[in-house]
């Protein structure tokens, strides 16, 4: 069998301007192929498939230790720039600061109780308010590994970082004692200045580390003075015999421009699809053959489903992918859309056989078809954009660029006016100021034509993190928008002047993250260009232009599904003695008495349709047993559900997300002991109660995938022998009601 080498493709887009125009930077580069002869090792040496034989999840906490935490045996944390910057520990309700940093964590952990470690570079650099420009190289090494009996080793770990430049951070893995190492980015699609892309890391380093008696990894901070990386839940285990990955999902509108140049729109006004320049959308993924075994009949499916209803479905053409092998696989068979609704797009990665981890073969992203609102953006921010990194002055714009495909007329112009929670000095504050603007591409002048502004306004506290529209004042004639290429744009005004301290003077406003949209929509212009010169931005910035179209619906039916499985096998909702659900919320003013949910075929799934909710409107909503909130989900002042309504509205949850809450466990469990611990796949569950309750007996993988489950009625004490000889070694967690015991299987 032919083995690959394993590429971590890095994509570092710098903002810049070509000509008049916006460079565009979609063009998509296939994966490489470049071949590596690999060892195959004896079928006598294979063990099971997906077997964790090494895991870390951090937990230093030392008591004893001045710090609060050690460094166990044969881990080591070098500084090589004598800085006095060393990677730490931080316990799981630490939090991450500095001068531009505010996290309250590890935001990906799997297990944050019990702590993660991180490279506070912001923190080092600011140290007591006084800025440094130190650049720090450090890292963290694991204590050798002993591969010899591994066919196949794939690292995995949860990851969050913010970095500038991105190959600041990387693995480093060496099986010759550190003279020569293989090096593998974390960044993936990571722009500059931004979070992570990639926080579930799942990379096969079998080409350096399989077959190997001693392996030394170490984790990498490399001359960067800004933010943080931090890291968790590191495990070493078997490929899969058949495990494909997809790992790169395009979703494309076209034109007749062909310039690649749209991306992923979440809103899409219908005047402008039924036209010759709308292409509809194309399809393209790339895949990781991260398994043993090569990978027979790949392929790529895309299937569109319109308010429910599938409308689209097509397969790529169908390759094998080798071991290591990354591929591209294009769908150039377009969809249109036809009418108003909610456009769900699924990409499924195929082959032959049975994959070990089906849940990485999907991608899915919604989009909109609407009749007035055009955006890249949805209607929550991730993070934040500015113009602090591209000289921050009084008077800079933020924009996107929008094609015209039909003539319309533009109504106003929307925007994300955001105060970041965390650092409320650098970012937007009431008495700022702001402007709207819609520029035009023109192709004679070759240059970019000033049309129609708002007014003038004044941010006012009422305005902070909401979406913020603004009326165009129509002159008859500039509103009238022809085919061609328009930035709608919001011009900032801080009162810092020109390069502006961006620690005190900064407007911000909200950036979209949770869609892979084109970089070259979303741009940024200084006051101080000469020219209207518009550039790429990193940020997928929170702007939308509202057309003058009508007939689209106001109004849609909500479904309200939940799973009460749980609640009935444990006697905590017993529909049968006449306990009934509801379900409260701010679409009926937190009264759900006249919202009761049905099973009407006895399946556990309660159902309620609440008709002509206001699209486009956020709800918030709990549901209750009984009509109290006594026993509602999420009791103590828990967090309520919260869902956007749309023309298509079909809700599916877990009542309490699957927790149970027959009893308080709190005073009922006095222990949960499982032994022995470590232990072969056989092992004994002893539980003591301190009175007679129902128990909920779950273990699950460090994927999160459900291996065991059990439910026990009425018991003060209970034991029962549990084998898990059938699935992969490694570690695992079993919870007996809310209680939790960590359990490694050798």
């Known amino acids: 069998m032919k083995r690959f080498t394993l590429f971590i493709l890095v994509l570092v887009i710098f903002g810049s301007a070509f000509g008049q125009k916006i460079r565009k930077t979609n063009n998509i ?8 002869k690999m060892d195959v090792p004896d079928e006598s040496r294979l063990k099971s ?9 951090f937990n230093w906490k030392d008591p004893s230790n001045e710090r609060g935490w050690s460094l166990p045996a044969g881990w080591k944390i070098v500084e090589t720039t004598d800085f006095g910057m060393p990677w730490v520990w931080r316990a799981g309700t630490d939090s991450i600061r500095g001068r531009w940093t505010f996290e309250k964590g590890h935001k990906y952990s799997l297990t944050p109780d019990d702590g993660y470690i991180v490279f506070p570079a912001d923190e080092y650099n600011f140290v007591d308010g006084i800025q440094t420009d130190f650049y720090p190289v450090c890292y963290v090494e694991m204590p050798s590994i002993n591969c010899s009996s591994r066919p196949t080793v794939v690292l995995k770990m949860r990851q969050y970082y913010r970095c500038n430049p991105t190959t600041s951070v990387k693995i480093l893995v060496s099986n010759d004692k550190g003279s020569h190492w293989a ?6 699609e990571t722009d500059l200045n931004i979070f992570c892309k990639n926080p579930f890391v799942e990379v096969n380093i079998s080409d350096v580390a399989a077959g190997m008696t001693d392996v030394w990894i170490r984790f990498v901070w490399d001359n960067m003075r800004y933010y943080f990386w931090a890291i968790d839940d590191v495990t070493l285990s078997e490929a899969f015999n058949n495990e494909l990955q997809l790992e790169r999902p395009w979703l494309y509108l076209t034109d007749l421009e062909a310039d690649g140049d749209e991306g992923f729109a ?3 006004p219908g005047s402008q699809t039924g036209t010759d320049g709308f292409g509809g959308y194309t399809f393209k993924a790339g895949f990781l053959n991260a398994g043993r075994d090569d990978q027979e009949n790949c392929l790529l499916n895309a299937e569109v489903f319109k308010n429910g209803v599938s409308v689209y479905n097509q397969n ?3 390759r094998d992918i080798w071991a290591l092998q990354r591929d591209t696989f294009p769908i150039t068979s377009q969809f249109s859309p036809d009418g108003f609704g909610n456009y769900e797009m699924v990409l499924t990665a195929k082959q032959k056989q049975a994959d070990g981890i089906p849940a990485n073969n999907i991608y899915k992203d919604t989009y909109y078809i609407t009749d007035s609102i055009y955006s ?11 113009t602090a990194g591209f000289g921050n002055n009084d008077g800079d714009y933020l924009g996107c660029v929008f094609d015209i495909e039909k003539t319309c007329e533009v109504n106003s112009i929307s925007t994300m006016i955001m105060q970041r929670p965390e650092n409320k000095i650098a970012s937007t504050k009431p008495g700022y100021n702001f402007q709207y603007w819609l520029f035009k591409y023109d ?11 708002s007014e003038y306004t004044e941010v006012t506290q009422e305005m902070l993190d909401k979406w913020i529209t603004l009326e165009l004042q129509k002159d008859g004639e500039s509103e009238f928008l022809d085919p061609g290429q328009y930035v709608a744009a919001i011009q900032v005004f801080h009162g810092g002047g020109v390069g502006a301290n961006n620690s005190q003077y900064r407007f911000t406003i909200g950036s979209d993250n949770s869609h892979r949209s084109s970089l070259g929509k979303s741009v940024y212009r200084t006051i101080t260009d000469a020219d209207p010169v518009w550039y790429q931005n990193r940020d997928m910035s929170m702007i939308r232009m509202n057309i003058k179209e009508t007939g689209a619906p106001k109004n849609a039916d909500v479904v309200f599904n939940v799973d009460m499985t749980l609640p009935i096998a444990n006697g905590y909702f017993k529909p049968a ?3 009934f659900l509801d379900v409260a919320g701010s679409f009926n003013g937190w009264n759900g008495t006249a919202h009761h949910l049905t099973d009407v075929d006895g399946d556990g799934i309660y159902t309620l349709t609440v008709p002509a909710l206001a699209t486009f409107q956020k709800i918030e909503y709990k549901y209750r047993i009984n009509g109290d909130w006594n026993t509602s989900e999420f009791p103590s002042g828990g967090p309520n559900r919260v869902y956007r309504t749309s023309y298509y509205n079909m809700i599916r949850d877990i009542y309490n997300n699957g927790v149970s809450m027959a009893v308080d466990v709190n005073s009922l469990v006095s222990s949960v002991n499982a032994y022995p611990n470590p232990t072969n796949g056989e092992f004994t569950l002893a539980v003591a109660n301190k009175g007679v309750t129902d128990i909920n007996i779950l273990i699950t993988n460090i994927q999160g995938q459900t291996v065991y489950h059990n439910q026990v009625k009425s018991v003060l004490n209970y034991q029962e022998n549990i084998d898990l000889k059938a699935f992969a070694k490694g570690m695992y967690f079993l919870r007996v009601n809310q209680q939790v015991v960590k359990l490694v299987v050798r």
């Open 376 to 386: 890249y953006s949805d209607w929550d921010f991730e993070t934040y954009s500015s």
């Open 29 to 36: 580069t296939p994966y490489s192929s470049f071949e590596k």
């Open 316 to 318: 790529s053409v169908s």
């Open 266 to 268: 979440f809103m899409v």
């Open 443 to 453: 192709e004679t002048e070759a240059a970019w034509i000033e049309l129609i502004s």
């Open 49 to 57: 498939e997906g077997e964790v034989f090494f895991s870390e999840t």
């Open 577 to 579: 003695s006449g306990d």
């Open 183 to 188: 090096t593998y980015s974390m960044a993936y």
